[in-house]
């Protein structure tokens, strides 16, 4: 159990165009979902924090506008790169945690390689 | 500085064991985690420890916690080159989740 299931894979976009990214958490309900940007040959950056129905709080230094967070319902939260620059390829995971608490830990998705060219 | 430190780079003989170590900061982490990433792909959960225990042993993986130096430790026994990949320790405060850098583990025939 506790699967959560991250689309696209890998994409490549246009400079200037828009990308989302899904998180889907797939046997649990996720009360909050993380996102994290991972650069080459770097540690996990924690970029938001998203609760179902409420508005996602972003780390210092993380465009919000940028970087457009949704978490409808308690299985799916999305990302949206908006108007992608070559600066912003990278690897983008998610994770959610079940209800219950830390103890139960992080389940993450397998991550989405974004190109922008 | 940091909030999760760890060494860059491991390398060992397959075979022998592997001891991957990590500082961090936050003294209300209620658990730490030990990921495993190979390359292009996510996280695995490898193991995790509750901030009360000293000790946690799970088949060829123990970890070790020493709260009052806030030194986490993860040794691999019979390492195997299936074993090279990045491992990321990390801690738990209840509200997020921060990492370590990352310490990549290369196994040597």
């Known amino acids: 159990g506790a699967v959560v299931s991250q689309h696209p894979s890998w994409v490549i976009c246009k400079s200037g165009t828009s990308v989302k990214i899904e998180c889907r958490s797939l046997?649990?309900?996720?009360?909050?979902m993380f996102w994290y940007r991972q650069f080459p040959k770097q540690s996990l950056m924690l970029m938001a924090t998203s609760n179902e129905g409420s508005k996602a709080t972003y780390e210092q230094g993380v465009e919000k506008d940028k970087f457009l967070i949704n978490h409808a319902s308690l299985t799916l939260s999305t990302l949206t790169v908006t108007s992608a620059h070559p600066e912003d390829s990278s690897f983008y995971i998610c994770?959610?945690?079940?209800?219950?608490?830390?103890?139960?830990?992080?389940?993450f998705g397998s991550g989405t390689r974004l190109t922008v060219v | 500085g940091e909030d999760v430190e760890q060494s860059l780079f491991l390398s060992v003989r397959e075979g022998d064991s592997s001891v991957i170590n990590c500082t961090y900061t936050?003294?209300?982490?209620?658990?730490l985690y030990w990921y495993k990433q190979e390359p292009g792909a996510g996280l695995q959960l490898l193991t995790y420890i509750f901030s009360n225990m000293d000790m946690k042993q799970d088949q060829r993986l123990t970890v070790l916690l020493n709260k009052k130096d806030k030194h986490l430790s993860l040794r691999i026994a019979d390492t195997q080159t299936g074993d090279s990949a990045i491992y990321f320790c990390a801690e738990d405060n209840n509200n997020d989740m921060r990492f370590g850098a990352g310490t990549r583990l290369t196994v040597k025939p």
């Open positions: 046997d649990f309900q996720a009360t909050t």
């Open positions: 994770s959610a945690r079940r209800a219950g608490g830390a103890g139960y830990g992080y389940t």
């Open positions: 936050d003294s209300s982490s209620t658990y």
